[in-house]
């Protein structure tokens, strides 16, 4: 019975753990399976994905979502494992990545080199979602008194892997992990598309109302064009929870096969998105294509790779579930007499189901 036992327990250590932290230290990988690798994978942010995945909005058959992190992260990931052990998601999995990262090390060879690598070879598509502002050091600015440095250690590596992926003006010695497979998928979210920008080295406006707009109060931000707001700035104001903490405003669209092609929409088209940031792109990263704008063309919306296709930028959040689930309802102002949906809000201002649009064309890289 002892011997039947410990066979049993030697057969699931070897046949792997979906909640394990090691997905990419194997030697083999089913080549059946969709491997889409996820940054920050923080209970919220999987919670997001897995709303996506299991409403088909993201529709990749044989998914395998693999979160990934760095080892000094602040984060508690701990709290990952537990979330995916109480509700037993067997289609998702974590790797952490052990290694120093500094400023000083981010756009060469360094400790992670090699386990950068190994995951773009064993994966299809690797996703940057949103958080805190990048420390400033990372491309060569000072700190602005706005700018607020929650999570450095995420920062770093999030940038180190892209540069590692597309490289960039820090080091054009430096052959990119991309040049051996052009049509690797990189889609980024809000800080997703400015820690892109920053890999390849760009730089960011550190405050839109203040080095933008020349606004240094909320009421005034509340009070000028509803164009220009990228967050909500009422929470400034409030202690009302159920505030949302972005906005919905609307971006133009530039000729590029991205929007016109994929997503069959025109210049003419004004899509309606979530958006919920402080910061911003300034000057676009190597091989950088700018291919959206806000409707004063003064903010960058989305950027595209001019030579790796399917690398795909948006300032804006079309990841969040809230734009898709009817039930979950927020507050924008706190004057509104009951909170509202912002599915509802989209699916009576914005005809050009953008959103969804955007899912289905990362879906079909994927299965392609």
């Known amino acids: 019975m002892k011997k039947l036992f410990y066979s049993f327990i030697l ?34 942010g999987l919670e997001n994905f897995i709303y996506l995945i299991e ?49 000083g090390n981010l756009y060469k060879e360094n400790a992670c080199s090699d386990e950068f690598y190994k995951i773009f070879k064993n994966s299809n598509a690797i996703l940057f979602q949103g958080g805190w502002d990048i420390p400033p050091v990372v491309y060569g600015g000072k700190t602005n008194l706005l700018t607020s440095i929650v999570t ?43 820690s892109l920008n920053v890999a390849t080295g760009g730089t960011l406006y550190q405050d839109i109302p203040s080095e933008v707009y020349g606004q240094k109060n909320v009421e005034d931000i509340l009070d000028s064009d509803t164009e220009q707001m990228h967050r909500n700035y009422w929470r400034n104001l409030s202690v009302d929870h159920s505030l949302t903490g972005g906005h919905l405003h609307h971006i133009r669209i530039m000729e590029n096969k991205f929007f016109m092609n994929e997503l069959k929409l025109k210049t003419d088209d004004f899509p309606l998105i979530y958006s919920s940031h402080h910061q911003a792109v300034r000057n676009p990263g190597k091989d950088l294509e700018v291919t959206a704008t806000s409707m004063d063309g003064k903010i960058i919306e989305a950027m595209s790779h001019k030579k790796y296709q399917n690398v795909i930028a948006v300032q804006f959040h079309p990841e969040k579930a809230g734009l898709y689930n009817p039930e979950e309802k927020y507050k924008i102002t706190p004057e509104d007499p009951e909170p509202v949906s912002l599915s509802v809000i989209l699916e009576k201002k914005d005809k050009t189901n953008f959103h969804r649009k955007f899912w289905d064309y990362f879906s079909k890289l994927v299965k392609e």
């Open 55 to 103: 409403n088909k909005i993201i529709n990749v058959p044989d998914l395998e979502l693999i979160g990934l992190y760095h080892a000094d992260e602040s984060y508690d990931y701990n709290k990952s494992v537990e979330f995916l052990e109480e509700n037993e998601y067997h289609y998702i999995y974590l790797h952490k990545v052990e290694g120093d990262l500094e400023p």
């Open 11 to 44: 057969f699931v250590v070897l046949s792997g753990n979906s909640y394990s932290q090691d997905y990419f230290s194997k030697d083999t990988f089913n080549e059946n399976k969709n491997r889409v690798v996820l940054l920050f994978p923080t209970v919220r």
């Open 152 to 194: 450095p250690d995420r920062h770093y590596f999030d940038v180190s892997l892209l540069f590692h992926l597309l490289g960039g003006k820090q080091n054009p010695e430096f052959k990119p992990f991309m040049e051996e497979n052009s049509d690797y998928i990189v889609f980024a979210f809000c800080l997703g598309m400015q």
